[in-house]
């Protein structure tokens, strides 16, 4: 079948452009590994307009449930590997089909850093994780690590604060530089650590995570924990968009109408330039990407 539009991703920015789509009777394939994003990931979330207050998986439920009111084709559990141009047409490559499209939305989003120390492999999933709302309640009463100083490790640390016996933030940067709400709530908290100035050496353990060492200065030491969360920022997921343009930082460019170099191919959200990564952001950008396409559509013929 060949779709009006495919949307590579189904985070905030890929359902809000599936929905816009859908909207203007285009028709959609979304392909997406998982539904949610890094919303799913979130904890409370109090910046969204609209809700004072609601949990990040509440909000991504919340998307969804929007999206699957429309006629949209969903492939989930799969992952683009390729994207490229046909002629006038777009296909799109996962590791079970070839897929093809007058256009396509990149929203593929970004997914965590990795540390890069010994041990991060050997104990992922097994004390090492990257998801804090996934994950937090499994380290109730325990010693813990956030590493990161930013947004996602204030968030992480807000969420593990509550569950955790205590939380030790290591933070590479000379002090925290997270939202001023979440860094005073963090630093007022009695049972978190904060060590400045400090880097991952090492993760340690026997089968399960037992201690993290770690340099402040020119001072080693060991901290015993149970659970590492690496909240370090992340890396986009554009890898399969060989041909389209990125930044240094493998962004994907794309102009205010949200479009990338290749006619046709449009992106948004955290996979691409724009400066801000919020969910609020990311769909605003799906609703413009979907537009950008509807206008794309009317003015080509194939």
């Not at 990149?106 to 010994?118: C, F, M, Q, T, Y």
């Not at 370090?232 to 343009?245: M, Q, R």
């Not at 191919?265 to 950008?285: H, L, N």
Request: net charge neutral.
């Amino acid at each position: 079948m060949l779709y009006d539009v495919i949307i590579i991703g189904a985070g905030p920015a890929g359902i809000t452009a599936s929905v816009y789509s859908a909207r203007k009777k285009i028709s959609t394939l979304v392909i997406s590994k998982d539904i949610g994003g890094q919303a799913a990931w979130s904890g409370d979330v109090e910046n969204y307009t609209g809700y004072q207050f609601v949990t990040g998986p509440e909000l991504a439920a919340k998307f969804e449930e929007h999206m699957r009111k429309y006629d949209i084709a969903l492939e989930e559990g799969q992952e683009a590997i390729e994207i490229g141009k046909e002629g006038n047409l777009v296909f799109v490559k996962t590791q079970k089909e070839t897929y093809k499209a007058k256009s396509a939305i990149i929203a593929s989003g970004k997914r965590s850093r990795e540390l890069g120390v010994p041990g991060e492999k050997e104990y992922k999933n097994k004390g090492l994780t990257y998801c804090a709302t996934c994950d937090g309640p499994l380290f109730a009463g325990k010693d813990v690590a956030v590493i990161g100083g930013g947004n996602s490790a204030m968030d992480a640390v807000l969420q593990l604060m509550n569950i955790a016996r205590r939380v030790h933030i290591i933070n590479i940067a000379p002090s925290l530089s997270g939202d001023a709400i979440m860094k005073q709530k963090v630093e007022s908290a009695n049972n978190v650590t904060i060590l400045n100035d400090s880097q991952v050496l090492e993760v340690l353990g026997e089968n399960l995570v037992k201690s993290i060492t770690v340099k402040s200065g020119s001072n080693k030491k060991n901290i015993p924990v149970e659970g590492i969360f690496v909240e370090i920022g992340l890396i986009p997921n554009s890898d399969f968009a060989k041909t389209v343009e990125k930044n240094k930082n493998g962004e994907i460019k794309i102009n205010c109408f949200n479009e990338t170099n290749l006619p046709g191919i449009f992106a948004a959200g955290d996979v691409t330039d724009v400066p801000e990564k919020q969910i609020i952001i990311a769909a605003g950008e799906g609703s413009k990407a979907a537009l950008g396409v509807f206008k794309y559509l009317s003015q080509h013929e194939f």
